[in-house]
């Protein structure tokens, strides 16, 4: 239960909140998240382990330097292969480079920090991580915050609810007989 309240420090907003924001701010809003959440792994992992906080920064300041590189693309017609053009494609290149150097890493440490085996509903899938980024990281805490939540609030009284995990197919394919002592007609 300790690990999932380690979870939950990471919780910071819907998913929808951080897509909107992120495109508002030309993406400025997500290097603010991934430092945030830099700044919550490397407080929660031994400094051997921890993700550096310059490369965060540095991550943030190439999303300030790539947003404001687009501004001049709205009020001036600037031409493909322009000097301009080429060095805003470079820093955007590299800026991409590495948002997804930052979302493996950091997909890595939430593994490395909350040992979760692959298959497990805490697991962050590659494939997912590459097409989503930040997005999907934000996604997958949120879906593991919301799932320890109903794990939590399940009764305890086990003799009407079985679990996946506790039944066999066939329990899940027959439907519940009722016992005579259950139809007492008054």
Request: with cysteine.
């Amino acid at each position: 239960m300790a690990d999932i309240n380690k979870f939950k420090l990471f919780k910071d907003q819907s998913t929808w909140r951080l897509f909107f924001l992120s495109i508002i701010t030309l993406g400025i809003y997500g290097g603010h998240y991934m430092l945030r959440q830099t700044r919550i792994m490397n407080a929660l992992l031994p400094e051997k382990q921890q993700m550096s906080i310059g490369f965060s920064q540095t991550l943030l300041v190439m999303l300030y330097i790539s947003g404001l590189m687009i501004l001049p693309y709205f009020f001036v017609d600037i031409p493909v292969f322009s000097p301009y053009d080429l060095i805003d494609s470079g820093i955007t290149n590299i800026t991409t480079l590495l948002i997804f150097v930052w979302v493996f890493t950091a997909r890595a440490k939430m593994h490395l920090l909350f040992r979760v085996p692959k298959g497990d509903y805490k697991w962050f899938h590659g494939a997912w991580t590459f097409f989503f980024t930040i997005l999907y990281f934000n996604y997958k805490i949120n879906k593991v915050c919301e799932q320890t939540y109903f794990d939590d609030n399940e009764p305890d009284d086990n003799s009407n609810n079985h679990s996946v995990e506790d039944s066999t197919f066939d329990d899940l394919k027959r439907p519940n007989k009722p016992n005579d002592s259950d139809n007492i007609v008054m």
